[in-house]
């Protein structure tokens, strides 16, 4: 499986931009598709997250800013960020796992595959 990330760059605080992950390799119709970042000297943050049955999950500092979506169809999961903010600059990872449970669902290191990152610039 590969997980091909796109759509970072450089943004205006208070900006949008949305990242875009495509997989290939195999279906991951069952799996959860996810999105965590990580800051140079930090460990990966979870971000958000959609279930196998389509829930969503966020982490809480982006809470009512950012959506995920899925397009089980053509094996993609985008996240769309607003309002941004500085503190939201990172390297954006994509992430899937077939047999992740529920309670893990914000722990990295449960995830078996991962994109090659996309960085994301909030400034000023």
């Known amino acids: 499986v590969q997980l091909q990330a796109s759509g970072g760059g450089l943004v205006q605080i208070g900006g949008s931009l949305r990242l875009s992950c495509a997989a290939s390799?195999?279906?991951?119709?069952?799996?959860?598709m996810a999105w965590f970042r990580q800051t140079p000297g930090n460990a990966r943050e979870f971000v958000a997250a959609v279930w196998r049955s389509g829930a969503l999950y966020y982490g809480d500092p982006v809470k009512g800013r950012f959506t995920i979506s899925r397009d089980k169809a053509k094996n993609t999961v985008d996240l769309q960020m607003s309002r941004l903010k500085p503190e939201d600059t990172a390297v954006y990872y994509c992430?899937?796992?077939?047999?992740?449970?529920?309670?893990?669902?914000?722990?990295?290191?449960?995830?078996?595959?991962w994109g090659q990152g996309t960085l994301v610039t909030v400034s000023s």
């Open positions: 992430a899937a796992d077939s047999r992740l449970i529920l309670s893990s669902i914000s722990e990295a290191y449960q995830y078996d595959y």
């Open positions: 390799g195999a279906t991951l119709r069952n799996a959860v």
